[in-house]
């Protein structure tokens, strides 16, 4: 539903003095819709040049988040600012990033709106040619992410800030320990012990990989794929806050892998691999801790 018309005229002014500092004093901001259902307040914007926008703020005091989920809206912002010199059409395009809020009194990033509708709701009517059309651009958008590459392994923020981790084994362990945390601090019961005994015991295996590729956890993620309805064509994804130094095969699309993502991507993954690294990361392990919490009231 609109928002503008229930908007105080202060919060008009305030969204107007933000599209100033991006566009002549000529464009103006035409409408406002709030969309809900987002753990980050989203508005989409239309202005008076035709454009239209994203407005994301850091989420609510009041919203209970995972420990990944604090630093995702800064995340989001690097991952779009870094993949802008790349000019991807399924890349949205970063207007503008403020980690203070200024006039708005919350952190918030303006991003380009990503049209289309996302595989969760096209499923049912996409074939499989449709849908190894879309594997396949989705396997090689992770390997034009993944050329991206950094001095260390681990967020992006942390790995800007100098403090990120020497070897994938370290950082990936801690990525699962912030998941383990968030139960702990929930009350969920798993068994805490043995999970963190075997982690130990398997993750020599991650030593193999050497160089800290840009990968987005999410990538596939159905509810985050965008495709444009008539062409049944990839035309964008969203939500790029699960972006981390790492291993590539951290992305959602290579947990059981259709042979048009590894087709899309260029590899075909050996038995030895996965029996290494995959099985700590096809099952999306911290995934189903993190849902675990969810599920058990951590919202």
Request: aromatic share 8%; with cysteine; hydrophobic share 40%.
């Amino acid at each position: 539903m609109s928002a503008f018309s229930s908007l105080q005229t202060y919060e008009i002014n305030r969204l107007q003095s933000i599209i100033q500092l991006l566009f002549p004093s000529t464009v103006r901001v035409q409408d406002v819709q709030t969309l809900d259902g987002h753990i980050h307040p989203l508005h989409q914007l239309k202005l008076s040049n035709g454009l239209q926008l994203i407005l994301k703020f850091s989420s609510r005091p009041t919203t209970s988040l995972l420990r990944r989920e604090r630093r995702a809206l800064e995340t989001e912002a690097r991952v779009l600012a870094l993949l802008g010199q790349s000019e991807n059409p399924c890349i949205p395009q970063l207007f503008h990033f403020d980690p203070l809020g200024g006039s708005l009194g919350s952190a918030f990033l303006l991003r380009q709106y990503a049209r289309g509708s996302t595989v969760l709701e096209m499923e049912s009517l996409l074939t499989p040619e449709n849908r190894q059309a879309i594997d396949r651009r989705l396997g090689f958008l992770a390997k034009m992410i993944g050329k991206h590459v950094a001095l260390s392994f681990g967020p992006l923020e942390r790995v800007a800030n100098g403090t990120g981790c020497h070897s994938w084994r370290q950082a990936f362990i801690a990525l699962f320990e912030e998941a383990l945390r968030d139960s702990e601090d929930m009350f969920v019961h798993l068994p805490y012990a043995e999970i963190r005994q075997q982690i130990t015991r398997l993750s020599p295996a991650l030593e193999e990989i050497t160089t800290p590729q840009l990968v987005i956890v999410n990538l596939g993620r159905p509810s985050e794929v965008l495709i444009d309805p008539e062409l049944k064509q990839l035309s964008g994804v969203v939500d790029l806050g699960s972006a981390f130094w790492g291993d590539v095969l951290l992305a959602e699309i290579f947990d059981n892998p259709s042979s048009a993502v590894l087709e899309g991507y260029g590899i075909s993954i050996s038995h030895k691999r996965l029996e290494g690294i995959r099985l700590l990361l096809r099952d999306r392990n911290t995934e189903k801790i993190n849902d675990y919490s969810r599920n058990d009231g951590y919202r």
